[in-house]
């Protein structure tokens, strides 16, 4: 499941990267400095997104390896219970 989570991702920035396009009329790189004022983007908007997005994934990546360990300790408690060598 978090493969094929991470793969959807995957495909959804991929394709959203080939979609975007340059401005109408625009060549190539054109410096900051030359834009007008109305088409500049925010950075703290961006930046909190990106690290609370960060911190999700990462939250979410740990909360299944804890289950991960618990399904594993689960396992062995059963064997130990099954081979009569338990604490």
Do not use: C, N
Request: glycine residues 8%; aromatic residues 10%; charged residues 15%.
């Amino acid at each position: 499941m978090l493969r094929s989570l991470l793969v959807g991702l995957f495909l959804l920035v991929l394709s959203a990267s080939a979609f975007a396009q340059a401005p109408a009329g625009q060549d190539g790189f054109v410096p900051a400095s030359s834009l007008p004022p109305g088409q500049d983007i925010p950075a703290a908007p961006l930046l909190i997104v990106s690290y609370a997005s960060f911190l999700m994934l990462m939250l979410f990546y740990l909360w299944t390896i804890w289950r991960r360990i618990g399904r594993v300790e689960k396992d062995l408690q059963a064997l130990e219970r099954r081979q009569g060598t338990g604490r």
